[in-house]
């Protein structure tokens, strides 16, 4: 049974995946409210800041003619290419400026929707003594599914923001899907309470 306790603490990290610009409404490709996430995420980055936990972002952050769009026979349009405006963090998200960002599916002809996959995550996470994760962001279906099921497989405990993530639901009910799939793989799930007045 994964650990209960909901409160962040020692061990602990903050990873929030991919609230960039071209995922939030009138984006290269919008996930349906996904501008909803940055205030839920922002009181995560609060607790974790106050507690002197680490906060780790990442980001898709694409090469012009990067394999998953279109024009290469990929199922995206153009998103999140590095350096653009489109992949820049939501500027609502109040990323600490020590937060740690891990910039993924960086090569030409390689797709990588999880966070871990090419990049140092695994070992800088271990490197801060985490060892269970708090996870929340886009897109619910596609990143965020990839870095839980990674996370699992690297012996991360996970926790997932059920109300900081939202789906692209190509498919009606993908979201669903993946949040089934997420507990099947033994990540808890919690919810923000509100701010206190
Ligand atoms: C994502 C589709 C394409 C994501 C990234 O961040 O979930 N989805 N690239
Ligand atoms: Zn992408």
Excluded at 12 to 39: K, R, S, T, Y
Aim: net charge negative.
């Amino acid at each position: 049974m994964a650990d209960q306790r909901m409160e962040p603490g020692p061990g602990d990290a903050l990873v929030i995946v991919d609230v960039q610009n071209d995922f939030l409404p009138g984006g290269a490709l919008a996930v349906p409210h996904g501008d909803e996430v940055v205030p839920v995420l922002n009181r995560w980055i609060e607790r974790f800041t106050a507690r002197g936990l680490p906060v780790i972002a990442t980001r898709d952050w694409h090469p012009p003619d990067h394999c998953s769009f279109q024009a290469r026979g990929g199922p995206w349009p153009p998103h999140c290419v590095a350096g653009t405006e489109g992949a820049a963090f939501a500027p609502g998200l109040r990323l600490p400026p020590d937060a740690l960002v891990i910039s993924k599916a960086t090569e030409p002809d390689r797709e990588a929707y999880s966070g871990f996959e090419g990049t140092a995550l695994a070992e800088r996470l271990r490197a801060l003594g985490a060892r269970r994760l708090f996870v929340g962001g886009l897109a619910t279906d596609y990143c965020v599914l990839s870095t839980v099921r990674d996370a699992r497989r690297e012996g991360f405990e996970v926790v997932l923001i059920e109300d900081g993530v939202r789906a692209v639901d190509v498919r009606p009910g993908d979201g669903e899907r993946a949040l089934e799939e997420m507990r099947r793989l033994g990540t808890a799930l919690v919810r923000t309470e509100p701010a206190a007045a």
